[in-house]
């Protein structure tokens, strides 16, 4: 297990076409997560999840965005409808949570660098 | 809602000099503080991290204090070295829930 993938590298897509991203964790990781970063900003949080249960979604994510992990393990990330706003990096990351009186570092993924033109 | 402010935003050194980054964070339930270091065109990694039971953590050239009164945290970096030149990020978390991130700091190490 070499860590957090993610497929594609790159996607460029025309505006108005859906795209799904791929993020694999490391597999004894129970939490999955994805967020957005554009250009000099910090990571944003988009969802998370602990095995396949989706616990939460921010709420500046419209209902374009979509995220599932069916299985507990690898995880997708769709958006339909794509606009120029959706230009972004999206970074998958992993943790692996066990109670709540602690909190976890996070191993990222390298991304998934979307241009919409 | 929850929000985390980092400053500077840029921040130049000579070579051997300190660093000092300093955060706020405003949802007082935060009980896990995480910095990261991003370099271009690679993804953020954990480079040192604090709980809100201890103060002060160090790890060789890099440390990190917290005032859980005053809801502040920093990352001192000493004797710093052009391979420290990157950006980096605070972010803080409540227990094992979503983690909140600054907008990041460019640290310049000049030689």
């Known amino acids: 297990d070499t860590g957090v993938s993610q497929d594609p590298r790159h996607k460029i897509t025309k505006r108005g076409q859906n795209v799904t991203f791929r993020c694999d964790p490391i597999?004894?990781?129970?939490?999955l997560y994805w967020y957005r970063q554009t250009l000099g900003q910090g990571p944003e949080f988009l969802t998370y999840f602990q095995n396949e249960a989706q616990l939460e979604k921010s709420r500046l994510l419209s209902d374009r965005f979509s995220a599932e992990r069916p299985k507990g393990s690898f995880s997708t990330l769709e958006i339909q409808r794509t606009e120029q706003g959706d230009s972004a990096m999206y970074l998958c990351?992993?943790?692996?949570?066990?109670?709540?009186?602690?909190?976890?570092?996070?191993?990222f993924g390298s991304g998934t660098r979307l241009t919409v033109v | 809602g929850e929000n985390v402010e980092q400053h500077p935003s840029t921040l130049s050194v000579q070579e051997g000099d300190s660093a000092v980054i300093k955060c706020t964070y405003s949802d007082s339930a935060s009980n896990y503080f995480p910095w990261y270091k991003q370099e271009l065109g690679k993804r953020p990694q954990l480079i040192i991290d604090i709980r809100s039971n201890v103060g002060e953590k160090k790890d060789q050239r890099i440390a990190v204090t917290l005032n859980k009164t005053a809801k502040h945290f920093s990352l001192h970096i000493t004797e710093t070295q052009p391979e420290d030149s990157a950006v980096y990020f605070c972010a803080a978390s409540t227990g094992g829930f979503k983690t909140i991130f600054g907008a990041g700091t460019r640290l310049f190490v000049k030689a």
């Open positions: 990351a992993s943790s692996l949570f066990r109670d709540l009186d602690r909190g976890y570092g996070y191993t």
């Open positions: 597999s004894e990781h129970n939490r």
